[in-house]
């Protein structure tokens, strides 16, 4: 762990089984109306939103603010009408052709030495960031770099691949999660958080700081809880 890094909110729609999409990592749209509005609410307070290439190439595109009264909101804070959208791609394989390089948005990408190389001559992204370690994202570079860009507030959108790393590197900081009525099941299908797993002796613990529920919807909102002698 490490001083001075952005304020990480994950931001996700899970099934009842905790699941984020079904076997065919197909997007996600099992969320309601006020699902939509409320991650589009949490998108609005940030400087950046950060997803994995897996979010990306499952989407096609990135969600906008489009609610008149959060772009006025975002501007009476002055700030850009939409945060910076980082998508992190250790092979930097990503298609160009994306309807998401044609959105109007200021879009990042964090990557490799390897990744890099195929889009060192594009103006597809504003900024490119490489931070890593052995072929991975190296979190503690990656977040310095991202705070003296100004991004003190940042929130992680997906994947469950991306979501484990940041655990892995206790760079999670809370968690909003809306629990939808649908079991998707499925020994293939993503889960909040892939990767290796935790044990149970050293799992991350979290802290409930709010349960509402809104129709058939449960909108949860948890605090990481520090180990000692980490950032508070
Ligand atoms: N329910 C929801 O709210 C929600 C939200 C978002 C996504 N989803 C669903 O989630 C699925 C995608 O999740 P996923 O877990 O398969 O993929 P993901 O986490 O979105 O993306 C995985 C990819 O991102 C890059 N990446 C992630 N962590 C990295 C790290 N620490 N270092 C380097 N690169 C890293 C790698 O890209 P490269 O392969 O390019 O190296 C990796 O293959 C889709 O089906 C989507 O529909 C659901």
């Not at 939509?36 to 096609?60: C, N």
């Not at 909101?73 to 990503?94: D, E, F, M, T, Y």
């Not at 990656?142 to 469950?160: K, S």
């Not at 909040?192 to 050293?202: K, M």
């Amino acid at each position: 762990m490490f001083e001075s890094r952005p304020f990480v909110t994950v931001v996700l729609a899970i099934s009842l089984d905790g699941k984020i999409a079904d076997r065919h990592h197909s997007p996600a749209r099992f969320g309601s109306a006020a699902d939509k509005h409320h991650l589009e609410t949490q998108i609005a307070q940030m400087d950046a939103v950060l997803f994995g290439a897996g979010t990306l190439r499952a989407y096609g595109t990135t969600l906008r603010i489009s609610n008149p009264e959060l772009l006025q909101q975002r501007q009476a804070q002055n700030k850009p009408p939409q945060p910076v959208h980082i998508v992190c791609s250790a092979s930097g394989n990503l298609d160009p052709q994306l309807a998401f390089f044609r959105q109007p948005i200021p879009r990042w990408l964090l990557t490799t030495e390897i990744g890099v190389q195929q889009w060192a001559d594009q103006d597809r992204f504003e900024r490119i960031i490489v931070a890593e370690q052995s072929g991975s994202i190296d979190w503690k570079t990656a977040f310095q770099t991202l705070a003296t860009l100004g991004c003190d507030r940042i929130a992680a959108l997906g994947g469950g691949e991306l979501i484990a790393g940041l655990l892995a590197a206790e760079c999670v900081d809370e968690f909003r999660i809306t629990v939808c009525p649908i079991i998707l099941g499925g020994r293939t299908a993503p889960t909040l958080v892939e990767g290796a797993g935790f044990l149970e002796a050293i799992a991350p613990r979290l802290e409930l700081i709010s349960a509402q529920t809104i129709n058939q919807e449960v909108f949860l909102h948890y605090r990481a809880k520090r180990k000692i002698g980490n950032r508070q």
